[in-house]
């Protein structure tokens, strides 16, 4: 009996685990131009866009239902730091291409040989590149820390980046994890921004807020969170900023 049992339980867990797949969560939004820019939303901190013939990529990491190798190849991969939510090789080894780049704070570039180290303040142009169907774009490396006493041992300033991607004149801000940094000020004319929101690690809900209300965008998206209660953030409906929940 207990054999009999056991066998059941494992052919049903064979018979379930092929059929295990992710519905990956898709958005959009306009450029300046009016050009559409598709997000792709996989899980936690990993997303990716496509652009005019352009397939970036931020922190691509495997999880349960996500086959990277059904997806669009990258052409540009965005690693905010090492930690293993964010930094997966396996996952980055299934949308290379030939001419694939990826950038990286310099902790990434001593893991992935191929990574381009950016510091914050760095800034990348492809103005009509062969490779790119597009004719412009640009990656800006920024901040990305903790600012709360006793957790800024996760994320030390100085250390990993945030990005700025600017497509056809639209500025989307890729945080990495961080908190509401004095920095954010200087990240100006930002249309959508993607907030960390999940504490001890990246941002109180009270935190996101005040980022959001500091940062502008005309849409916001809420990532990383977890389990976190989401519905403070109504607030900034107030602010003009539409809020864009994908399911965690």
């Given at each position: 009996?207990?054999?009999?049992?056991?066998f059941?339980?494992?052919?049903?867990?064979?018979?379930m685990?092929?059929?295990?797949a992710?519905?990956i969560?898709t958005?959009?939004?306009?450029?300046?131009?009016?050009?559409?820019?598709?997000?792709?939303?996989?899980?936690?901190?990993?997303l990716?866009?496509?652009?005019?013939?352009?397939?970036?990529?931020?922190?691509?990491v495997?999880?349960?239902?996500?086959?990277?190798?059904?997806l669009p190849?990258?052409?540009?991969?965005?690693?905010?730091?090492?930690?293993?939510?964010?930094?997966?090789?396996?996952?980055?080894?299934?949308i290379?291409?030939?001419?694939?780049?990826?950038?990286?704070?310099?902790?990434?570039?001593?893991?992935?040989?191929?990574?381009?180290?950016?510091?914050?303040?760095?800034?990348?142009?492809?103005?009509?590149?062969?490779?790119?169907?597009?004719?412009?774009?640009d990656?800006?490396?920024?901040?990305?820390?903790?600012?709360t006493?006793?957790?800024?041992?996760?994320?030390?300033?100085?250390?990993?980046?945030?990005?700025?991607?600017?497509?056809d004149?639209?500025?989307i801000?890729?945080?990495?994890?961080?908190e509401d940094?004095?920095?954010?000020?200087?990240?100006?004319?930002?249309?959508v921004?993607?907030?960390?929101?999940n504490?001890?690690?990246?941002?109180?809900?009270?935190?996101a807020?005040?980022?959001a209300?500091i940062?502008?965008?005309?849409?916001?998206?809420?990532?990383?969170?977890s389990d976190?209660?989401?519905?403070?953030?109504?607030?900034?409906?107030?602010?003009?900023?539409?809020?864009?929940?994908?399911?965690?």
């Amino acid at each position: 009996m207990k054999i009999r049992v056991l066998f059941t339980i494992l052919l049903t867990y064979f018979i379930m685990t092929p059929s295990i797949a992710k519905n990956i969560e898709t958005d959009s939004f306009l450029t300046k131009t009016g050009k559409k820019v598709t997000v792709h939303f996989l899980q936690h901190a990993s997303l990716f866009f496509t652009f005019d013939g352009i397939t970036i990529y931020a922190d691509p990491v495997n999880y349960e239902g996500i086959d990277y190798k059904t997806l669009p190849k990258a052409d540009v991969i965005l690693i905010t730091h090492d930690h293993y939510d964010h930094l997966d090789k396996n996952a980055i080894a299934d949308i290379l291409k030939p001419n694939t780049v990826i950038y990286g704070n310099s902790t990434v570039g001593n893991l992935l040989e191929a990574c381009i180290v950016l510091k914050n303040g760095e800034r990348i142009t492809y103005n009509n590149e062969p490779n790119f169907s597009s004719k412009y774009f640009d990656i800006e490396a920024v901040p990305a820390y903790n600012t709360t006493e006793g957790k800024d041992k996760f994320h030390p300033k100085g250390r990993d980046n945030g990005y700025i991607i600017i497509l056809d004149g639209s500025r989307i801000y890729i945080p990495g994890d961080c908190e509401d940094m004095p920095e954010m000020s200087d990240f100006k004319d930002i249309d959508v921004a993607f907030l960390p929101i999940n504490q001890p690690y990246t941002m109180t809900l009270e935190q996101a807020i005040h980022a959001a209300q500091i940062l502008k965008p005309k849409i916001l998206y809420p990532i990383h969170y977890s389990d976190t209660d989401l519905q403070g953030l109504s607030i900034l409906k107030n602010n003009n900023i539409e809020v864009r929940i994908f399911k965690m």
